[in-house]
Nanobody
Framework: QLQACGGGLVQAGGSLRLSCAAS????????MGWFRQAPGKEREFVAG????????YYADSVKGRFTMSRDNVKNTVHLQMNSLKPEDTAVYYC?????????????????WGQGTLVTVSS
């Protein structure tokens, strides 16, 4: 089970930190990812991290502004979002995938959190 939190309303240029807590004893064997879905749009990849945390992956639209991290002791992942833009407004979902699958492909992920809303005002 995945529980995401940390969304909210922020002005353009501001920052937010999303967190996702996972239950279960196999968290450290899963790659993790953040996706987002804006109204009327498809769910899109935002960031991913390998099961051990040594590799991270980012969508071009967030590279240099967002940073994903994980803590395998606390079973959590985080997404630090800086320099937020109105186009970052969306519901953000954390998700888990088997370690050997593609981090950018939504179909790789078989566990999903409930989503947390991020709204960036201009």
């Amino acid at each position: 089970q995945l529980q995401a939190c940390g969304g909210g309303l922020v002005q353009a240029g501001g920052s937010l930190r999303l967190s996702c807590a996972a239950s279960g004893r196999t968290f450290a064997t899963y790659g993790m990812g953040w996706f987002r879905q804006a109204p009327g749009k498809e769910r899109e990849f935002v960031a991913g991290i390998s099961f051990g945390g040594s590799s991270t992956y980012y969508a071009d639209s967030v590279k240099g502004r967002f940073t994903m991290s994980r803590d395998n002791v606390k079973n959590t992942v985080h997404l630090q979002m800086n320099s937020l833009k109105p186009e970052d407004t969306a519901v953000y979902y954390c998700a888990a995938r088997p370690w050997s699958t593609s981090p950018r492909d939504v179909s790789s992920y078989n566990y999903w959190g409930q989503g947390t809303l991020v709204t960036v005002s201009s």
